[in-house]
């Protein structure tokens, strides 16, 4: 038992969503407990526990005589609404219980290892992905990230502020990257693929390049009762003709995967006809020139579908990662730490996706038995997570010694 299970049932009850799984958005008070969770596990294994000025938490561990740039491991504690236990603080929990291996072991890693938590990793705040690790690699502009703005009308700066962090002080951390050797992230496996391959853990291949647009469809609202149907411009009809078209272009392309899971009416009520409609495409494809060419055909499908309703319409590409394969090295080392381990790519973003712009970064996954994930079935047998925990441990301990 590595304890990865006792840890993940101390935080069961943080941040749930009444609708059902985990509503977890970043710099807001559940984060702030679960950061306070993972300090006080840190701490409690003497690691040096900082949070630096993007709001990634870091927790060293620096053995007597090691020397050289850190390997890094950790991951999320952030979650989408309506989210499972799993995705992200899986990793978290299994980078503790991993240090805690080591040490049973009588292992200590001839180089500093460091955990790190990146904030606001699922977007579901401030509507782009991987925040934390971006503003960590340049991967955003600081200006245009602290002007995101969320639901509740705050910007990324007002909450900044609120957590204790400056907002002036956000941006790309040169020193901390060149201070890295190379960072691996376990993640729970967000599909089925380990349970087709009957195995506990996969070292990870490559992420999907994905994005994520903003459509705004603009029409007139008016009585539902006194407007006749022929005197209608009813962005609704035009946005739900729209996601129908979209998912038909998804559907054409083989590989390609696009989905519209949150939509927003303007004002929404029942007697209303809208006067807009918002409504979020995720698009994804391993092929970065696909993705393009699939984004420009739902921007036609949505002119047309706003053009049919007499509407009009925007669309706002609010991140965009290309398709990233895991460095080659570095995986060629997992698979000697861990020769059982079959390699996956997937289709989920993660902050070793945004990292490996810079470092060279790899991934574990661990078994899900239900294959689902953002949502409240996502699951790792507590048999799994052991042997996640100690893949984990296996692949920081060779890489100590070889990198
Ligand atoms: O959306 C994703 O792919 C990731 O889970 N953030
Ligand atoms: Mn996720
Ligand atoms: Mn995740």
Avoid: K
Wanted: hydrophobic share 45%.
């Amino acid at each position: 038992m590595t304890g990865v299970a006792r840890m993940l049932g101390e935080i069961a009850s943080i941040g749930a969503d009444p609708r059902g799984g985990y509503a977890r958005v970043g710099y807001g008070p559940a984060d702030r407990e679960l950061r306070e969770w993972f300090t006080g596990h840190a701490e409690a294994r003497g690691l040096d526990v900082h949070r630096d000025r993007n709001g990634i938490v870091w927790a060293w561990w620096r053995p007597p005589g090691a020397s050289g740039t850190a390997i890094v491991t950790g991951s999320h504690l952030d979650s989408v609404p309506g989210g499972g236990a799993y995705d992200g603080p899986l990793g978290v929990a299994s980078a503790l219980a991993a240090v805690d291996v080591l040490r049973a072991r009588g292992e200590a890693p001839d180089r500093p290892l460091a955990i790190a938590v990146f904030p606001e990793e699922e977007g579901s705040r401030f509507g782009l992905a991987c925040l934390g690790s971006r503003l960590m690699a340049g991967a955003v502009d600081p200006d245009r990230a602290l002007a995101l703005v969320d639901r509740e009308g705050d910007t990324l700066a007002d909450a900044l502020r609120r957590d204790g962090l400056e907002p002036g002080a956000v941006g790309p951390d040169r020193a901390a990257l060149d201070d890295i050797a190379c960072f691996v992230e376990l993640h729970v496996e967000q599909g089925r693929g380990l349970v087709d391959l009957g195995q506990p853990v996969a070292i990870g291949a490559a992420i999907l390049g994905h994005g994520r647009w903003r459509v705004t469809i603009d029409g007139q609202g008016n009585h539902a009762g006194t407007t006749l149907m022929s005197d209608r411009r009813d962005p609704m009809v035009a946005a739900a003709r729209a996601v129908i078209e979209i998912r038909d272009l998804a559907r054409a392309i083989p590989d390609a995967r696009a989905t519209v899971g949150r939509i927003e009416p303007v004002p929404g009520g029942t007697n209303v006809i809208a006067s807009r409609v918002s409504f979020w495409v995720d698009a994804r494809h391993p092929d970065d020139a696909v993705t393009a060419m699939l984004i420009a055909s739902v921007r036609d499908a949505v002119a047309t579908a706003a053009a049919a309703e007499g509407c009009v319409a925007t669309v706002h590409e609010e991140s965009l990662s290309p398709t990233v394969d895991f460095d080659r090295s570095l995986r060629e080392r997992l698979r000697d730490a861990l020769p059982d381990a079959p390699e996956l790519g997937t289709g989920a973003g993660h902050d070793a996706g945004v990292l490996a712009e810079r470092i060279p970064t790899a991934m574990l996954f661990v078994r899900n038995p239900t294959g689902v994930s953002h949502s409240p079935e996502e699951l790792v047998d507590d048999a799994d997570a052991d042997l996640g925990a100690v893949a984990l441990a296996d692949a920081l301990g060779a890489l100590s010694r070889s990198v």
